[in-house]
């Protein structure tokens, strides 16, 4: 039984304090970059740099299958990174810049709502940008090295290989002020998930799929502590969490003096894997986040959760598909709204 096993060993309980890794820095360019053109104003495409940048996605993979093997932790967290990317100001990398030193405008990266973004997730994308400026100067942008890095490493921990359209052009601007509205929180109703997910224009399937990439990642107890003592202010746990899985939690997040370095894995069963074992652990109340367990409890998103569940297959196959999507908000085109960053942390 996997709480049983949860019980029995610590193979399920992580650990993992923050990390001090530099970021390499990537080589600016001086000169004025002669971005793609003629497309200004087309869809997303799969060919978009096949005469500018053709070896592209192998430049990309190259990266990410070092880094999967060397730091696995940068799946999970860039696949995050491009959702918090794509959910605010739309797909446009504008998550990357970093605020300006002295500055008291913060970058987006630096909202209450982005702190636990990984440091292994922006590294990697900073890496991939590296190694793609010095044989394509100045004409991918990050944001679309962004998509390509979250789909590898999708496909690299076992999910789905999808083709990722591409042709966004890195946003102009990025303020942490409009982050909070447009990125849902672990005690989010289900009601407020719907609405922002349809505000990005994703419909309720879109955000049970979606959701089941937390098959894979973890979550810092401040996260899901609010679950293990006081749930809505009742001074008890949430009734729907699973004991046993609650007195593990409480162990390793207790009530105070606990490390905020500490993370657990948000799939119990196979957090390393991407699979539907996000979703079967939600039939037996093994959410970790309460905005998880919630999708399995509402009568509107229960039935996609039981579905995806039931038939991992599909779960792919409609993983993708929303991927695809959701890397499709609020899309810029052309050098009135967006630019071809050549150092994903400033703008041009
Ligand atoms: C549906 C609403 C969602 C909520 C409320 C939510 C919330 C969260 C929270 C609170 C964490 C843990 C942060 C921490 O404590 O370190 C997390 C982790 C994660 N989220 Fe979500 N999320 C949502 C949807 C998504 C979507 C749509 C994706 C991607 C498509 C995603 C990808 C991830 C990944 C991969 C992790 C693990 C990160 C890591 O281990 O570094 N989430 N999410």
């Known amino acids: 039984m996997h709480v049983l096993s949860l019980s029995s060993s610590s193979i399920f309980l992580f650990l993992f304090l923050t990390s001090t890794i530099p970021i390499s820095a990537a080589e600016p360019t001086t000169s004025q970059p002669p971005a793609p053109r003629r497309r200004q104003h087309r869809e997303l495409s799969g060919d978009y740099y096949s005469k500018t940048c053709p070896q592209l996605e192998n430049l990309v993979g190259s990266i990410t299958s070092q880094r999967f093997k060397e730091v696995p932790i940068s799946a999970p967290a860039t696949i995050r990174l491009f959702f918090h990317d794509c959910f605010v100001e739309g797909c446009d990398g504008s998550i990357l810049i970093e605020t300006e030193k002295g500055s008291k405008r913060l970058a987006e990266r630096d909202a209450e709502e982005n702190k636990e973004l990984r440091e292994e997730g922006f590294e990697s994308i900073i890496k991939a940008k590296a190694l793609v400026e010095s044989h394509c100067p100045s004409r991918v942008s990050c944001s679309d090295i962004l998509a390509i890095a979250a789909r590898d490493f999708i496909h690299l921990a076992g999910g789905p290989y999808y083709q990722v359209k591409k042709g966004?052009?890195?946003?102009?601007?990025?303020?942490?002020?409009?982050?909070?509205?447009?990125?849902?929180?672990?005690?989010?109703?289900?009601?407020?998930?719907?609405?922002?997910?349809?505000?990005?224009?994703?419909?309720?399937?879109?955000?049970?799929?979606?959701?089941?990439?937390?098959?894979?990642?973890?979550?810092?107890?401040?996260?899901?502590?609010?679950?293990?003592?006081?749930?809505?202010?009742?001074?008890?746990?949430?009734?729907?969490?699973?004991?046993?899985?609650?007195?593990?939690?409480?162990?390793?997040?207790?009530?105070?003096?606990?490390?905020?370095?500490?993370?657990?894995?948000?799939?119990?069963?196979?957090?390393?894997?991407?699979?539907?074992?996000?979703?079967?652990?939600?039939?037996?109340?093994?959410?970790?986040?309460?905005?998880?367990?919630?999708?399995?409890?509402?009568?509107?998103?229960?039935?996609?959760?039981?579905?995806?569940?039931?038939?991992?297959?599909?779960?792919?196959?409609?993983?993708?598909?929303?991927?695809?999507?959701?890397?499709?908000?609020?899309?810029?085109?052309?050098?009135?709204?967006g630019e071809i960053r050549t150092d994903c942390r400033v703008f041009l």
């Open 168 to 337: 966004r052009w890195d946003g102009k601007r990025s303020t942490a002020a409009v982050v909070p509205q447009n990125i849902p929180r672990s005690n989010s109703t289900v009601d407020q998930l719907i609405k922002l997910f349809a505000s990005k224009g994703l419909t309720v399937d879109d955000l049970v799929v979606l959701s089941g990439s937390h098959t894979i990642g973890f979550a810092h107890c401040k996260s899901f502590t609010g679950r293990l003592y006081d749930y809505k202010g009742t001074k008890r746990p949430d009734p729907t969490l699973d004991p046993r899985l609650l007195k593990e939690l409480r162990m390793s997040c207790p009530f105070s003096g606990g490390s905020s370095g500490v993370a657990l894995p948000l799939d119990t069963t196979t957090p390393f894997v991407f699979d539907n074992g996000y979703f079967t652990g939600l039939g037996t109340n093994l959410g970790l986040l309460g905005s998880d367990q919630a999708l399995f409890l509402d009568p509107r998103t229960k039935p996609i959760a039981v579905e995806m569940a039931r038939d991992k297959q599909r779960f792919l196959k409609a993983f993708g598909d929303a991927m695809g999507k959701m890397g499709s908000i609020g899309v810029k085109r052309g050098r009135k709204h």
